[in-house]
Every structure is written in structure tokens, then in C-alpha cells.
């Protein structure tokens, strides 16, 4: 069992940043696959950025260019620098963590099944 615990979150002002993390623990893998997703109010949950067990990183169109996301084996912690951020972008942050998958599945919600509780994102105008 997996557990994932994110931080980072806060409230900021327009063209502000943050910087998330999610560290895992527990039985974790040797490698794995990693991605942070993002749940506005009265919206469905939506893949924001991931990293596979190969290394290949995928973004969501929103956030091209202007997030970054990285991850630390050694401290199995996987982070998103978040920049030029905009109202838009106010949502409960989420990472989900899965052994493998393809690029297809890495952003997709129905793939994984650890979760954690979660951080929140607001930015205001």
C-alpha cells in the first residue's frame, strides 16, 4: 500500500507561483508512474501533468509552459512548479501514483488507484 501525501498549497495572486509536492511512502516501487491532477468546483477532475516509468513527461495543454514537473527518486517525492498562474487555475491538487502505464493512461483518472488528500490551489485576479 501506497500512500501520498501533498503540500504546497496556498493562496496567491494572479501571475503568482507555488511549488507542490507529493511525497510517497509505504510500499513504494523501483519505478513508477507519478502525475498531479486538479478538481475545480463543480468540475470533473482533470490530469494537469505527469512523469512515466520511463521518464517521458507529459502537460496538460493549460499549463504548457508554464508548469514544470519533476520528481526525486531518492526521496520518491514528486513536485510541480507552478508559474505565471491565473484564476483559472484555483483547484483541489491532487497527485495519483500507479507501477506503470503509457501515454495515454499517465494523465487519465480512471487509471490509478492511490490517491492523496490533496492540496488547494487559489488564485486570485
Known amino acids: 500500500q501506497v500512500q501520498l501525501v501533498e503540500s504546497g498549497g496556498g493562496a496567491v495572486s494572479s501571475g503568482g507561483s507555488l511549488r507542490l509536492s507529493c511525497a510517497a511512502s509505504?510500499?513504494?516501487?523501483?519505478?513508477?508512474?507519478m502525475a498531479w491532477f486538479r478538481q475545480a468546483p463543480g468540475k470533473e477532475r482533470e490530469g494537469v501533468a505527469g512523469?512515466?516509468?520511463?521518464?517521458?513527461?507529459i502537460y496538460a495543454d493549460s499549463v504548457k509552459g508554464r508548469f514544470t514537473v519533476s520528481r526525486d527518486y531518492a526521496k520518491a517525492t514528486l513536485y510541480l512548479q507552478m508559474d505565471s498562474l491565473k484564476p483559472e487555475d484555483t483547484a483541489m491538487y491532487s497527485c495519483?501514483?500507479?507501477?506503470?502505464?503509457?501515454?495515454?493512461?499517465?494523465?487519465?483518472?480512471?487509471?490509478?488507484?492511490?490517491w492523496g488528500p490533496g492540496t488547494q490551489v487559489t488564485v486570485s485576479s
Open positions: 509505504g510500499q513504494t516501487y523501483n519505478t513508477y508512474c
Open positions: 512523469i512515466d516509468d520511463d521518464e517521458n513527461i
Open positions: 495519483a501514483i500507479d507501477r506503470t502505464c503509457n501515454e495515454y493512461s499517465l494523465l487519465r483518472v480512471s487509471w490509478y488507484n492511490s
